[in-house]
């Protein structure tokens, strides 16, 4: 298994296969998942969807260029209510859910029921590449197993033929064991051939988050579908939860609701406490504290 050299070992590799006419991207996310689970208090089924939605997204993050962002939103009328996560091109990932902690028997394969949790719904995808209007794509869910409507997505919104296998291993104890994923895109010109026979050799893998629980990373897994096709490392990118919020923003979003309303919540509470949803991180703020952001405010205001 391939370490990432800075970060908590979980490592993101992209590659070309095929002399250029395949894509493919893999990941192990086992500790950027667990890091999901305990901030958010997730239950299981909770957290399997959680964790291979970032799988995704650090995927499509992996994609972009500099400072440009993308941002997930999978909305089901299941127990979960929604999922919601955003990655960059560092792997820099994060994201929540609607309802943390759901839980649901095991669906006949006796694997955690995501789909059960999703229900019914749309998957959004939203990338802010930096210029103009973010470019937005939207489709049905196809099963709410995460994968397998992100493949649909590309395919229909994006016409670009994919497989992709994600998945989430939870311990006995509810920690994250195992996640991580691949993704297989056609690139244009590759021929009709090459998914078909790709599609086939992912069917026939074991499990991706039982393969990392075996100790194969991201090579690994990307071997395991190339088999005889050549293999091109293009990059390796480490992957980790990682939120933008500060307690200085939270303080601004203070200032930016006026002088009533501080006054209203100085009056009433005495002192405030603000949670971040990506990342349930709490930020407190004492009266004094909202004295001071009262008087900045009072001052923007004259
Ligand atoms: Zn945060």
Known sequence: MSMAAHGNGDELVQALLAGGRVRALAAVTTRTAEEARWRHDLYPTAAAALG?????????????????????????????????????????????????????????????????????????????LGVGQPYRGYVPLVSGEIGEDFAHYFMYSEQTPSVVA???????DGRVRASGGLLVQ???GAGETLIPMLEERARALPPVSRAIDAGQGPDDLIGAVAQDLDVKILRR???????????????????ALGEEELRDMLDSDGSAELVCHFCAQHYRFSAR???TLLAEATKREQ
């Open 52 to 128: 291979r939605t970032l799988t995704v997204s650090a995927f499509l993050g992996a994609m972009l260029k500099d400072s440009q962002r993308v941002f997930v939103e999978i909305a089901g009328d299941g127990p979960l209510g929604f999922v919601r996560a955003d990655a960059d091109p560092q792997g820099r990932v994060r994201g929540y859910v609607g309802n943390p902690h759901v839980h649901l028997p095991a669906n006949a394969k006796g694997k955690l029921d995501v789909a059960g949790a999703i229900g019914r719904g749309m998957l959004h995808i939203v990338r802010d």
């Open 237 to 255: 990118l480490p992957v980790r939860f990682s939120c933008r919020c500060s307690r200085q923003r939270f303080e601004r979003a203070l200032v």
């Open 166 to 172: 994600v998945g989430v291993l939870v311990d006995t």
């Open 289 to 291: 504290d909202l004295e």
């Open 186 to 188: 056609l690139l244009p």
